[in-house]
């Protein structure tokens, strides 16, 4: 998978999944640490990459619909932890690996995942 993590992730989480096998990359190692939503979402779609985010303005279909964008992953944790974070970010990653996400806004958190089209 080709993944763009959004400034609210660690790049160590992108370095995990790298090293999971994935394309990974963090806003920051892009140099968009600060950048607006819009940004982040517009290079996410021109570069090929599912958003991964903590951030909930994403998963607003109204704002940001997934239908243009090679999908959205919202990671939903209380408290997010670094730990609970990688937890559920290897968990998601590992039941999403063989599925398209195109278009998709995927949400999940520790008990389970929905995706929406």
Known sequence: MKLLLDENLSPL?????????????????CGLSGADDSVVRAFAIESGRILVTLDADFANVLRYSPSNSPGVIR?????????????LLRST?????????????????????????
């Not at 992108?14 to 190692?29: I, K, M, P, Y």
């Not at 944790?77 to 730990?83: D, F, K, L, M, V």
């Not at 990653?93 to 089209?117: Q, Y």
């Open 93 to 117: 990653i590992l039941r999403l690996t063989e599925m398209s996400l195109n278009g998709r806004l995927v949400v999940a958190d520790p008990k389970r995942i929905r995706i929406r089209s």
């Open 13 to 29: 989480h992108a370095r995990t999944l790298r090293e999971l096998g994935h394309d990974a990359v963090s806003v920051a190692q």
């Open 75 to 87: 990671l939903r944790i209380h408290p997010a932890t670094e730990g609970a974070i990688d937890a």
